[in-house]
């Protein structure tokens, strides 16, 4: 059973339950008022108000985009560590061919 972890935002609380690791919940807390808040500072000083479903879906939009960003570079790097992981590879496997070869020919010349 997960540990129900509790953000509050704009005077409402939300409750949600971390099925496997409550400090992954509470970093995904953390995240949500981090964005909030600065989506709050950047319309602090506007001549209109902006509304609070404004600001939650200007955070949720920010988060969504750091979420896919990331995906994107962690597919970026997965790809480059399979492509050096295949050029090293191949290169063993020459190099193990090259001596595979000179070792049969040593014992062939015994």
Not at 14 to 20: E, K
Not at 27 to 32: G, Q
Not at 66 to 73: A, F, L, P, V
């Amino acid at each position: 059973m997960g540990k129900i972890v509790s953000i509050e935002v704009f005077g409402q609380t939300f409750d949600f339950q971390a099925d496997s690791d409550p400090e992954r919940a509470k970093k995904v807390a953390d995240w949500i008022m981090e964005e909030v808040a600065k989506v709050e500072k950047q319309h602090q000083g506007q001549s209109q108000p902006v509304s609070q479903l404004a600001i939650m879906i200007s955070a949720a939009l920010n988060i969504a985009y750091d979420s896919i960003e990331m995906k994107s570079n962690e597919n970026r790097v997965l790809q480059e560590i399979s492509g050096r992981s295949n050029r090293l590879s191949q290169k063993l496997d020459r190099w193990l061919g090259v001596n595979d070869l000179h070792r049969n020919r040593t014992n062939t010349e015994e």
